[in-house]
């Protein structure tokens, strides 16, 4: 797990910046990451203990819950929008329209 895990946080503070304009860049991935935090991340326990708990013990439920997760998560990852060839900070034109 910590293999997977720290490859996914290597490349996540670059990924998530390049997904929004330089105007709401810090709002936008902040909010990405913490709503994901708590939507994914808080209740994760809590559903894993009562799907093991529903299973009678048997963990299979809490592996198809965290399946689910990995296909959600892939699913949004292929979803992107590309940025490889966008500008990563404000052009002049965009810094004199906001004056």
């Known amino acids: 797990m910590a293999v997977f895990h720290n490859s996914m946080y290597g490349p996540q503070a670059a990924f998530f910046s390049e997904l929004f304009s330089v105007k709401s860049r ?12 708590i ?3 808080g209740i994760a326990p809590l ?7 529903a299973g009678g013990g ?5 592996i198809v819950y965290f399946s689910g997760l990995c296909v959600v998560t892939i699913t949004c990852a292929a979803l992107a929008p590309e940025t490889v060839k966008r500008a990563m900070r404000e052009s002049r034109r965009e810094k004199a329209s906001v004056r």
């Open 26 to 37: 810090f709002s936008g991935a902040s909010m990405g990451y913490q709503f994901g935090s």
């Open 39 to 41: 939507l994914a991340g």
């Open 47 to 53: 559903v894993a203990t009562a799907l093991l708990d």
């Open 58 to 62: 048997s963990p299979i439920w809490v």
